[in-house]
C-alpha cells in the first residue's frame, strides 16, 4: 500500500481513519474518500481522478458512516434534563437527547408550545410532595402534531392537531411522548399556544369549581388571583355555568385581562384596602366559593369573605400560614384541598367533556401571557413565581 501521507503519486492525505477502500490508483483511502492527484475532485462520495492517468474512482467506506451519522442526528431532539434539585439553574437546555418512541397505547408528538405551571417549579425544586426519578424533563401541557402512534392507538393518526393533560418524556422538548388517555383533539379554533394553556389550568379551576366546590348556578364565587392560567380559566367556565364572578389580580393590566375573560367585578390585591372594598361591594352576604391562588398569603383573610357554608378551594400555596379555626365554626365553612393529580379517569373524563364542549362553544378561549423560547426556560421558572403579576399562560416555544 502507498503511504497514506503522500500528497501525490496516487496516495490519500487524509491519514486520520483508514477506511480501507481501494483505489484505482493503488492507495488507500483514510478517513475520507478522495485522490489527491491534480485536478481531483470529490463528486458525492467518488473521487474522479482527472488527469492522475488511471481513469480509476473508488468509494469510501466514511459514506457509511456519514449516513449513520446522519440517522442518529435525525433521532436527537433539543430536551431540558434536570439532573438534580435546586434553582432555575437546574434546567439544562441539551441538544442530544434521543426522541422517544411511542409504545403501545402512547402517541409521539411534535411539540410546537408547551405551558409552564407553578407546580413544575416546585417539583423542580424538590420541595413538592412527588419527585420524579432523576434525570427528567418538565413539562404537561403540550400542544403540537402526532409524530407516531403506538400499537392499539386508533383515535389518533399523524398530522393530527392535539393537546395533553400530562406526558410521559416530558413538555420542555422538540418531541414529547403521551399516554393516549391523555390527549385530547384541538379545535382549528384555537392555535398552539392556546392550546398549551388548556390542560392543567382549565382541568383544575373546573375540579375546584364542580368536583370539590360543587358550585351551582346563582352562587358567587371570587377568584383569588384572577389573571394567570388557572384563574382565567375559572372565570370563563363560572361565567359560562352561570355564577357571579368577582376577581383580583396585581396589575392595571392583569385587571382587565379578568374583565375581557368573564369577571363581573375586579379588584386590585395590591391596594392596602381591597378587602374593604370587597366587603363594600358584596354586602353582608359573602361569597360561596373561592377559588384561592396563594393559600399561605391570603387564606385567613379569605374565611372571612365567605358566606354560611362558604368554601375556599386551596389550588396553590407556597408556605404556611395561621389561621384561627373559629373563623370556620362561625359559618360552617369548609377548606378544600384541590389536586388534579388525584382525579380519578371518571372525573378526568368529566373535565374533558367540559372544556371540550366549551371550546365548542366557544367561550373557552386561553389568554396567553409571556412567551419564551426553550433556550430561556431558567428565565420562564424566575418569573412565574417572582413577575409582578400574571396576564394569562405562560408558554414555551421549541
Not at 389580580?249 to 391596594?271: I, P
Request: glycine share 12%.
Amino acid at each position: 500500500m502507498r503511504a497514506a501521507v503522500a500528497r501525490w503519486g496516487g496516495g490519500c492525505r487524509w491519514p486520520a481513519r483508514a477506511c480501507g477502500a481501494p483505489c484505482a490508483a493503488g492507495a488507500r483511502s483514510r478517513q475520507r474518500a478522495g485522490c489527491v492527484r491534480r485536478r481531483g475532485r470529490f463528486r458525492g462520495g467518488w473521487c474522479e481522478k482527472t488527469g492522475c492517468g488511471e481513469g480509476g474512482r473508488f468509494r469510501g467506506r466514511h459514506i457509511q458512516i456519514i449516513q449513520i451519522t446522519m440517522a442518529m442526528a435525525r433521532n436527537m431532539m433539543r430536551a431540558v434534563r434536570v439532573s438534580e434539585f435546586g434553582g432555575p439553574e437546574v434546567l439544562k437546555l441539551q441538544s442530544d437527547v434521543l426522541i422517544p418512541v411511542p409504545k403501545e397505547n402512547q402517541v409521539l408528538i411534535k411539540v410546537h408550545a408547551c405551558g409552564v405551571n407553578p407546580v413544575e417549579t416546585y417539583i423542580r425544586s424538590g420541595t413538592y410532595a412527588r419527585k420524579p426519578a432523576l434525570p427528567y424533563t418538565p413539562g404537561s401541557d403540550v400542544a403540537g402534531v402526532i409524530e407516531s402512534v403506538g400499537e392499539h392507538v386508533t383515535a389518533f393518526k399523524k398530522g393530527d392537531r392535539v393537546f395533553t393533560l400530562e406526558t410521559i418524556s416530558g413538555g420542555y422538548a422538540d418531541y414529547t411522548v403521551a399516554a393516549a388517555n391523555r390527549v385530547f383533539p384541538l379545535s382549528d379554533k384555537l392555535d398552539f399556544k392556546q392550546g398549551a394553556a388548556i390542560g392543567i389550568p382549565y382541568f383544575t379551576a373546573y375540579r375546584a369549581l364542580f368536583q370539590k366546590g360543587h358550585a351551582k348556578a346563582g352562587e358567587s364565587v371570587l377568584v383569588h388571583g384572577a389573571s394567570g392560567g388557572v384563574g382565567i380559566a375559572a372565570c370563563q367556565i363560572a361565567r359560562a355555568r352561570g355564577l357571579k364572578v368577582l376577581g383580583t389580580a396585581g396589575t392595571k393590566e392583569g385587571m382587565n385581562t379578568v374583565l375581557r375573560n368573564g369577571a363581573n367585578q375586579v379588584f386590585n390585591h395590591r391596594e392596602a384596602n381591597y378587602i374593604d372594598k370587597i366587603k363594600e361591594y358584596t354586602g353582608t352576604k359573602g361569597f360561596d366559593i373561592i377559588i384561592e391562588m396563594l393559600s399561605n398569603v391570603n387564606l385567613a383573610t379569605d374565611l372571612h369573605l365567605l358566606s354560611y357554608g362558604g368554601r375556599v378551594m386551596v389550588v396553590g400555596s407556597r408556605g404556611t400560614i395561621e389561621i384561627n379555626p373559629r373563623d370556620t365554626m362561625s359559618k360552617e365553612s369548609s377548606i378544600i384541598g384541590v389536586g388534579l393529580f388525584l382525579a380519578t379517569e371518571e372525573e378526568r373524563n368529566e373535565c374533558a367533556a367540559a372544556v371540550l364542549d366549551g371550546i365548542e362553544a366557544g367561550w373557552l378561549k386561553p389568554g396567553i401571557g409571556s412567551e419564551y423560547p426553550l433556550e430561556n426556560v431558567a428565565k420562564a421558572h424566575e418569573d412565574i413565581i417572582h413577575s409582578s403579576g400574571a396576564r394569562g399562560k405562560m408558554v414555551l416555544l421549541p
